[in-house]
C-alpha cells in the first residue's frame, strides 16, 4: 500500500465520522443540491475561514421583538408575482403541482428531506408537514444586530432565499429559534451545508454570534474544510413599496 493509499483512507473514515462532505476539485458540493441551487453556490470562498470574520458578541435581550417587525410573512420582495413561500416550494420540492399557473404550490414532495433524510409529502391546506425554515431564526437575528436595522432590511432577511429552507415540519419547529450551538440538524451529512448557509447568512447581513455559537461553527466545519460559503439570494434592502410593523 502507497504512502497516498494510506492518507486517503484515512481521510474518508475521519469523513464518515464527522458526517461533513469535502469537496474535490470539479465535483459538486451539496450546497449545489436542489434544496439550496437557486440561493446560490459557493462562489464566496471556505465557509470555514468565513467564520473568524464574524463579529463575536453577547446576545441581546429579545425586548421589544415581534414577527411583524420582518414585515407582513412571505412578501414578494422579488417582484416575480408569486410569494416567498411558494419560490422555495417551487424550488425545494419535487413532483410540483400547481392550483393556478405556476405560481400556488398544491403538492409536492421532499425527497429527501435535507434535516431528517426522509421523504416528506406536502399538501396544502392539509395537515402540515413542510414548514419553511429561516436557517437563521429571525428572532436569533433580533438578539443579534437586527434590532437596529431599518424595516427594510429586516423584510430582506425574512424573505431571502438564501436563508429559508423547505423541511420536515417537525424539526424545523423542534429547532425554534436555535443556532448552531443549540441545534443541528439529525442528518449528520447534511450538517456543514447547514452551518455554512448560516455563516453565510450573518457575513452577508453583517449579524453577530456569540463565543459559544462561533466555536460550534468552527467544529462543524473544521471536518469539512473545502466546504464553500454560499452566496447569492436576494439584496439586503427590501422594495420601499413593503413597509414593517
Known amino acids: 500500500m502507497t504512502l497516498w493509499t494510506r492518507v486517503a483512507g484515512a481521510a474518508v473514515l475521519l469523513l464518515a465520522a464527522t458526517g461533513c462532505t469535502v469537496e474535490t476539485p ?9 434544496a439550496g441551487a437557486s440561493a446560490g453556490t459557493g462562489a464566496g470562498g471556505a465557509a470555514l475561514t468565513a467564520v473568524d470574520g464574524l463579529t463575536v458578541k453577547g446576545r441581546a435581550p429579545m425586548t421589544g421583538y415581534d414577527r411583524d417587525k420582518f414585515g407582513s410573512p412571505w412578501a414578494d420582495t422579488d417582484t416575480n408575482g408569486c ?6 416550494l417551487k424550488r425545494d420540492l419535487k413532483e410540483v403541482k400547481f392550483s393556478d399557473g405556476d405560481c400556488e404550490v398544491s403538492s409536492g414532495k421532499l425527497d429527501p428531506d435535507p434535516y431528517t433524510d426522509k421523504d416528506v409529502t406536502f399538501v396544502r391546506g392539509g395537515r402540515s ?19 437596529k436595522w431599518d424595516p427594510s432590511k429586516r423584510i430582506a432577511l425574512a424573505n431571502d432565499p438564501l436563508n429559508l429552507l423547505a423541511v420536515d415540519a417537525g424539526r424545523n419547529r423542534s429547532k425554534g429559534d ?28 453583517e449579524l453577530w454570534v456569540t463565543g459559544a455559537e462561533r466555536d460550534a461553527m468552527k467544529r462543524v466545519l473544521s471536518g469539512c474544510p473545502g466546504q464553500k460559503l454560499p452566496s447569492g439570494g436576494t439584496s439586503t434592502q427590501a422594495p420601499k413599496r413593503f413597509h414593517a410593523g
Do not use: F, M, N
Not at 410569494?83 to 422555495?88: G, P, S, V
Not at 408537514?129 to 434590532?147: F, N, P, Y
Not at 436555535?178 to 447568512?201: E, I
Open 178 to 205: 436555535g443556532d448552531t450551538a443549540t441545534w443541528l440538524p439529525p442528518h449528520k451529512a447534511y450538517r456543514c451545508t447547514y452551518v455554512a448557509r448560516q455563516v453565510a447568512v450573518k457575513k452577508k447581513y
Open 129 to 147: 408537514e413542510v414548514d419553511i425554515d429561516h436557517l437563521v431564526a429571525l428572532s436569533d437575528a433580533w438578539q443579534k444586530g437586527a434590532q
Open 83 to 88: 410569494d416567498t413561500r411558494d419560490d422555495i
Open 26 to 34: 470539479g465535483s459538486a458540493g451539496p450546497e449545489d443540491s436542489a
